[in-house]
């Protein structure tokens, strides 16, 4: 059985696209020059996201804004 996480929500897709990477929120905080909570707390919904900042999320992660949007 294959192990996968659900994607439903823009925090799950960014978690998924950053393990798919093969980072840790360790490694894309710093890459990213944020906290590791900031990391965190987007993971988990916890805080909206600026769309600049999206857009440095997709390019860290490999992926599109609209794909961690959800489309």
């Known amino acids: ?4 996480i659900n994607e439903e929500t823009l925090g799950q897709r960014i978690k998924a696209a950053r393990i798919r990477m093969g980072m840790t929120q360790e490694q894309l905080a710093e ?10 707390a987007y993971e988990n919904d916890k805080v909206d996201i600026k ?5 440095e999320l997709s390019e860290h992660l490999d992926t599109t804004p609209n794909y961690l949007l959800g489309g």
């Open 1 to 4: 059985m294959k192990n996968f």
């Open 31 to 40: 890459v990213m020059c944020i906290p590791k909570s900031t990391i965190s």
């Open 51 to 55: 769309g600049s900042v999206l857009v």
